[in-house]
Every structure is written in C-alpha cells, then in structure tokens.
C-alpha cells in the first residue's frame, strides 16, 4: 500500500483545513495510506507524524488556521536540514508529499523534489495571491472579504469624521488584496507594488484633491517596503497637506483567520481531490491551479516566478469608479 504525506508550511491561510481534508479523503479512497505531518518541515525532520484516518480530518472544512499547524524552518533550507527530513520519510515509507503552502514552501518543496528525485505535489495556500499559475490561491477569498468587513466599518467612522484613512493590507509585495479588497469595499484608491512609482501614486491622489465633493476618503495600501506602508504614506501627506485629517489603520493578522468562504472551501476541496489524481497519473513538482474553472498542473519553477501580473482592467476600474 502506497503512503503518502500531507504537511502545511510558511504563513497559515483559511481554506488549508479544508485542503487537509480533501487530500486525507481522496487519497484513502484511491486505496493510499496517509500520513500528516506536523508544523511543516519542522515536524518532518523532527518526525512529528501521525497516521490518519478519515476521521482525524472530520468537522474542520469550515475551521480557518491548519489543523496540521504550520511552521518556518531555517534547517529545511540546508542540505543537512533536508538530508534529514529524506531519512524521516523513507523510515516511514511515505513515497510522495503533499506541500500546502505559499512561494516559499513551494521553493523549498522544489529544492527537496529535485534533490532527492522525491515526488511532491504542491497546494497553492496563502492569502496574497502571489503564485502564477492559479486564478486564486487557497485563502485569498476569505482574506478579501475580511478586508472588505472592515473596510465597511472604517468607513462608518472615517464618514463621520471627514477623515482620510490609510488602510494597509497584507500582500507581501502583491496588491491583488489592496486592490479587489479597494474595489469590493469601494475605497478611493489602491497603492500596490506593481506600480512603478509610488510617489505618481499618491501624488496622482492628492493631485485629485481627495475629491473634496467626498466626506471621507479609504486608500487601501499594499504592505511592502515599495510601498512605504500606510505609516509611511500618511507621515507624507501630513506632513505637505497639514489641513487633512489623516489616520492609518493597519489590519495585520486578523486578516489571516476566519472560517473560510464558501469559494475557499471548494476551491481547496477541488485542489486537494485534483492533488490525488496528480499522484495517481504519476505526476511530480506540480502545483495544483484553477484556471478557467479547469484544473491545471504548474509546474514548480513557473509558480513561484513571483511575477504574477495584475489586471489593468481592475486597476482601470477602480480609478473610473471612485471619481
Ligand atoms: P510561505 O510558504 O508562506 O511563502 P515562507 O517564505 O516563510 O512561507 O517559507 C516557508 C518555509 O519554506 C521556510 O521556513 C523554509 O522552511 C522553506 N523554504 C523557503 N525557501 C526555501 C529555500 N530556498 N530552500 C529550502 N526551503 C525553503
């Protein structure tokens, strides 16, 4: 009987419970045997796994976090480190892995598969959705909508106030969150890192006056050393614009939990079905995507080119619409 091993790594997402489950159920009814393994690759060199049954993963699709908790590894990262966790897993006679995790599980993920000729499918499990290959990775929808709810409610008070907000959003270096959680939200403007200059952003901002017809203003910021940061931004205009009233909210981590959507739920449920079948058709350092409402296998070294475009189209559609 073939064994196989499911981890989650790096930044936790809502939807990898969901993950957890598809890939545990699907791969026990193609007659595999399946093991979880602890915190990532911490938990794989240190040997922290368990057999699991279809049980171990009952009543978590709708649970945010990992059950399977998730971890950082610096020892993953040399060849000892991974020399070790190879060792972990032929005592096991675990065969495959299943990595759930964002740029940097895949990156180690295609270090470790090209290293030891080991096959590894990958999930695409991060809020950011910042993997090429994927219409939308596993979290990315439930972190939208947890923005767009606080948007909502900054709003009431920025209204109240006739204050300019600066929100600033996850992303690490991607603005699809700051810019669809800006559309979704109706905020006036979004500063992302794919935009060459920031300064063109935000002069572009105040060249506009904040729409003085407006009561408020929400600018939602991509959180990225590019981007300077909603703390950075605000320090700016007050400093040249002295007369707006300006606060900054940063909505950190809370952006990261939740029970996730209904499309986070089925798109993990999809991925991880559709990561057994990539096993069973002998399939190795693919990442699992959407595109199109169809299943596609991205190779490793594509995803995680981080060049992952963003759509003029929206960032047309934001500017046409905030006038
Ligand atoms: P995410 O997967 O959310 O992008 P990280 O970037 O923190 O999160 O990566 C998670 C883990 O993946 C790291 O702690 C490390 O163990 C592993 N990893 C990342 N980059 C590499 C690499 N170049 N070589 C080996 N392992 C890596």
Known sequence: QRAIGILTSGGDAPGMNAAIRAVTRAAIFAGFKVFGIMRGYKGLITDEIEEFSTQNVSNIIQRGGTILKTARCKEFQTKEGRQ?????LQRHG????????????????????NEFQFQII?????????????????GYDTALNTIMDCVDKIR?????????????VMGRDAGFLALNGAIASGAEA???PEVA???DQLDELIANGFRKSKNSSIVLVAESPSTGGAMGLAERVKKEYPNYDVRVSILGHLQRGGSPTAYDRILASRMGAAAVDALLDDQRNVMIGIKN???VYVPFTKAIKNDKPINRELMSTLRRLSI
Do not use: K
Not at 84 to 88: G, R
Not at 122 to 138: A, R, V
Not at 156 to 168: N, V, W
């Open 84 to 88: 070790c966790a190879y060792d972990v």
């Open 94 to 113: 675990i065969s495959a892995l299943v990595v759930i995790g964002g740029d940097g599980s895949l990156t180690g993920a295609r270090i470790f598969a």
């Open 122 to 138: 990958g999930l695409p499990g991060t809020i950011d959705n910042d993997l090429y290959g994927t219409d939308s990775t596993i």
């Open 156 to 168: 009431d008070t920025a209204t109240s106030h006739e204050r300019l907000f600066f929100i600033e």
């Open 190 to 192: 979004a500063i992302i």
């Open 197 to 199: 200059t920031q300064e």
């Open 293 to 295: 409402d169809e299943i």
